[in-house]
Nanobody, 127 residues
Framework: QVQLAESGGGLVQAGGSLRLSCAAS????????MGWFRQAPGKEREFVGA????????YYTDSVKGRFTLSGDNSKKTVYLQMNSLKPEDTAVYYC????????????????????WGQGTQVTVSS
């Protein structure tokens, strides 16, 4: 079994920052990318960002570009999401995911590209 554990969520005022962490544990597995998704109440889960380990390149959805930064360590199967200039519309449960499949970079925008998911961590941004 593979487990993903997120941490770092919480309540912050608009304009503030949070740093989410995600660590994979359990059996050894091929890991070509790790990503973050979020789901706000009443909305579908949406892609936030992903990092591919082949070239350590990050990808972001347009709404977070310039505000969020992905980083990580493939040897530790750990990924971080630094979130700055947070807005109330960033409020959601944030999920970490890991992919065993190798795809072209933008394919990781899809939830179906991922094999393992964390339980999620709540991020609430007050206005």
């Amino acid at each position: 079994q593979v487990q993903l554990a997120e941490s770092g969520g919480g309540l912050v005022q608009a304009g503030g920052s949070l740093r989410l962490s995600c660590a994979a544990s359990g059996r050894t597995f091929r890991n070509y990318a790790m990503g973050w998704f979020r789901q706000a109440p009443g909305k579908e889960r949406e892609f936030v960002g992903a990092i591919t380990w082949s070239n350590s390149r990050p990808y972001y959805t347009d709404s977070v570009k310039g505000r969020f930064t992905l980083s990580g360590d493939n040897s530790k199967k750990t990924v971080y999401l630094q979130m700055n200039s947070l807005k109330p519309e960033d409020t959601a449960v944030y999920y970490c995911a890991a992919a065993e499949g190798y795809y072209t970079g933008t394919s990781y925008y899809r939830a179906s590209a991922y094999d393992y998911w964390g339980q999620g961590t709540q991020v609430t941004v007050s206005s």
